[in-house]
């Protein structure tokens, strides 16, 4: 309900102040990737796919067929929530804007909306997943997959 | 406020053996001793010329080149490798390119052949390289061919300089 009344305000002084309208939608995406939805969608893609993928330079087919998985799913689940509060949203549009007031902008955000895009950024998510995961499960040793019991906040989307 | 960085996405494809990844690395200033076959896919990101590049290297064994199309999504710029030493391949070679060259999704790149491996006995030269691919033909595509050798480094800093001068040329006359 607050982000509708926000928005109504910038429907009349959109013109005026690309300002106002580039922070609303950055406050938008930080409650969207906040919300636990947002977070147990991204988890359990990460989960499903981190084994995949290895610390080397040279890149396997299949990270490409994971990646358009993970921008047809995550990018997608973003950008319609945020039509569903700024009419007319163009994600595309708004990482352009993004890319010019990069110093301006939370480190976390632009990384996440960066793994859309850029391939790289992507793989650097998933490999600091990995290790993370390697990192804490280390004396099960006991499989290939390990499911945590409890849901823990994500640090990149914290 | 900091300008846009202007990027270039460049998508190098050719045969297998060609030199695609040691072209590369040898761009970048790396180490090119121990290079081997590339079984997916290589991607650098440099900065040269104030130009982001994407360079993306895929492997060209015969199995892998039906996943070249993955990768011609907003390609700027096609550099295409020749193993300048392989006569027996040429026909093949030049198959794949026209195959290329037909592709939608890469009518608006600017083509780069390398000649390689002309620190080979026996290397034809570029002009020959040139009128076994037929080059003269193409001209949907803004197109040079240029010797090289990926071991020495010779012209490949030219190769790229006229690649990003070209692409910069159609895509940044605006500012």
């Given at each position: 309900m607050e982000v509708d009344d926000r928005e109504e305000n910038l429907a009349v002084s959109r013109s005026n102040s690309a300002d106002s309208r580039f922070d609303m939608v950055i406050g938008a995406i930080e409650d969207i990737v906040m919300d636990e939805e947002f977070q147990v969608l991204q988890n359990s893609f990460l989960e499903k796919y981190f084994h995949e993928f290895d610390d080397s330079e040279e890149n396997r087919f299949i990270y490409t067929d994971i990646h358009t998985e993970y921008v047809n799913l995550v990018e997608k689940y973003l950008n319609n929530r945020l039509l569903e509060k700024i009419?007319?949203?163009?994600l595309p549009e708004f990482m352009n804007q993004m890319i010019n007031r990069k110093n301006e902008l939370d480190g976390e955000i632009f990384e996440l909306l960066l793994t859309f895009s850029d391939f790289l950024t992507f793989k650097e998510m998933i490999l600091d997943y990995k290790a993370e995961k390697e990192g804490r499960t280390?004396?099960?040793?006991?499989?290939f997959t390990v499911t945590p019991l409890g849901t823990r906040d994500k640090k990149e989307i914290k | 406020m900091k300008q846009k960085e202007k990027e270039m996405r460049i998508l190098m494809l050719g045969l297998d053996n060609a030199g695609k990844t040691t072209v590369l690395k040898k761009f970048n200033g790396e180490?090119?001793?121990?290079i081997s076959p590339t079984l997916g896919f290589n991607i650098k990101t440099l900065e040269h010329l104030s130009y982001k590049l994407n360079i993306w290297d895929v492997g060209g064994q015969k199995s892998l080149r039906?996943?070249?199309?993955?990768?011609?999504?907003?390609?700027?710029g096609l550099i295409w490798v020749v193993d300048s030493a392989d006569r027996m391949r040429l026909q093949d070679c030049k198959q794949e390119l026209d195959a290329l060259l037909l592709e939608e999704r890469l009518a608006g790149a600017t083509l780069l052949v390398f000649a390689n491996k002309q620190d080979l006995p026996g290397a034809l030269t570029a002009e020959e390289i040139k009128n076994a691919l037929e080059l003269s033909n193409i001209k949907t595509h803004h197109w040079l061919i240029l010797d090289c050798s990926a071991v020495s480094g010779e012209n490949l800093l030219q190769g790229m300089d006229w690649l990003i001068d070209d692409i910069a040329s159609r895509i940044f006359t605006m500012d």
């Open positions: 009419p007319q949203f163009s280390v004396d099960l040793s006991c499989g | 180490d090119i001793d121990t039906s996943y070249w199309r993955n990768y011609f999504e907003s390609t700027d």
